[in-house]
């Protein structure tokens, strides 16, 4: 990845200059006759997204010309990200008036999954920004989005609900927080039936791993995190197409760990707590079925409709261990529907609250560090839609509105929480955007970061 540097002096970094079709020339001429006429030459014009690498009289890179995207009317705050890919090795600055989130594109642009194969550019990139600027803090955010994409990018084979324990374990271990984990049938036991019948298929143990950080007497704050390490679809199997990436159906876990890795980086003042339900929905004698009427940690028996809507099962338990513990604010992430995705499509994730004031304080952080997400409604009147003749509830709704319902369903396992948000994501940007590589994409991780600094505030 890009590093940041404090600046030395020690070695000449080339200025990076936001310029529209209006302002590049004037740069270039500034740059002396060499790069003026080098700009010429390329046919530079300063269009969004290109780059100059413009040549000083030693021909060496004396300022890289970036078109902006302002001037052409547009809006994205990780523009920049597009330079990540553009720079060769070396030394660069950027303006003072740069935006933290310009910064930060650049650092979650240069991002690559190495973890099978090197990656297509080795580019030693070190960058000098404003000293007004967390630079640390942006690179502490950038390392955990990578970790959540590494999660997500990893294929199935060597990410099982283990290796996701692992990965609970490095992060609580860093930080010094409490780690316990109920596995295969401890999960019967300790009463978290759907777990355990979710995963009870697979050779590899299904497992609850429940994540505590920061002092008691702090606000709690509670994060879920949907952790299906591979959905076959069990019995109602998938289709080969909706298969192929079902290794990012533990999206979900990866975002409550990337968020929790910056909330404990930055200290925040609160009782932190991550539960991630780990399995895999495999096919075997013991899978659950369709038709089946399992019991639910919180009281409610649930029929079940179909085997490929497993998330929200094990989201159900996990949600109502969290319940049980009232904290003031709690939130889950899942990737639980295509319904979602039909309606808003891979990149804007819908979330679903009752609380007026937890819904604005979601937007408003959403559109401070662009991580963007859109309100759908807990619309009540569809909660019918999960009636079952035999059993208190059926987890699916049938064929209209079904990120709504599945959201009702969730809901259904919340009571004593003060603020209750459910994020419905995607968890994978299908085609690469400025900062956002193509692959896994821990969706809302820094959105709940900001949510949680702006209602708890930071230690310093």
């Not at 010309?65 to 890919?85: N, V, W, Y």
């Not at 910064?103 to 030693?124: E, H, I, P």
């Not at 039936?193 to 709690?220: C, Q, Y």
């Not at 019918?384 to 209209?400: E, P, Q, R, Y």
């Amino acid at each position: 990845m890009i590093k940041l540097v404090p600046n030395t002096g020690s070695e000449p970094c080339a200025p990076i200059w936001f310029v529209g079709p209006g302002d590049w020339r004037e740069r270039a001429t500034a740059l002396g006759p060499v790069a003026a006429a080098f700009a010429e030459a390329s046919g530079f014009a300063a269009a969004p997204g290109s780059v100059l690498l413009a040549p000083g009289s030693d021909g060496r890179i004396a300022a890289v010309l970036f078109g902006d995207d302002a001037a052409a009317g547009r809006r994205d705050p990780f523009h920049a990200g597009r330079l990540a890919s553009a720079l060769p090795s070396g030394c660069y600055s950027l303006p003072d008036d740069v935006a933290p989130s310009a910064v930060l594109a650049l650092l979650l642009g240069s991002y690559a999954f190495t973890r099978y194969r090197a990656a297509a550019s080795s580019a030693d990139i070190r960058i000098v920004a404003p000293e007004r600027l967390d630079g640390a803090g942006l690179e502490r955010i950038a390392a955990a989005v990578a970790m959540g994409r590494d999660l997500i990018n990893t294929p199935a084979n060597d990410l099982g609900p283990a290796e996701l324990e692992q990965a609970a374990r490095t992060l609580a271990g860093k930080h010094r927080a409490g780690l316990e984990v109920t596995v295969g049938d401890d999960l019967l036991a300790q009463n978290f039936p759907m777990v355990h019948a979710v995963g009870r298929a697979s050779s590899r143990a299904p497992r609850l791993i429940d994540l505590t950080w920061g002092e008691t007497f702090n606000p709690k704050v509670t994060l879920v995190g949907k952790g299906v390490c591979f959905d076959t679809g069990g019995l109602n199997i998938k289709p080969d197409a909706s298969m192929l990436l079902m290794k990012k159906d533990m999206g979900g876990a990866a975002t409550a760990l990337a968020a929790a890795w910056m909330i404990m980086e930055a200290k925040l003042p609160v009782r932190l707590r991550v539960i991630v339900p780990a399995v895999e929905n495999a096919i075997s004698g013991s899978a659950f079925r369709p038709g089946d009427v399992l019991p639910s940690r919180k009281g409610p028996t649930v029929e079940i409709g179909n085997t490929d809507a497993e998330g929200r099962l094990i989201l159900a338990d996990a949600l109502a261990l969290a319940d049980e513990d009232e904290p003031e604010l709690l939130l889950d992430f899942a990737t639980l529907t295509g319904a979602a995705r039909v309606a808003l499509g891979p990149d804007l994730p819908p979330f679903y609250t009752d609380d007026e004031a937890l819904a604005a304080q979601v937007a408003a952080a959403a559109e401070a560090v662009n991580d963007p997400v859109w309100r759908l409604p807990l619309w009540k009147p569809y909660r019918t839609m999960l009636d079952s003749k035999v059993a208190d509830i059926n987890h699916i709704g049938g064929s209209f509105a079904g990120s709504v319902t599945a959201a009702l369903f969730l809901r259904s396992f919340v009571e004593k929480t003060k603020a209750y948000a459910h994020f419905d994501i995607y968890g994978w940007t299908p085609s690469g955007k400025p900062g956002r590589p193509e692959g896994g994409e821990p969706q809302a991780a820094r959105l709940v970061f900001e949510l949680v600094q702006k209602r708890y505030g930071s230690r310093t």
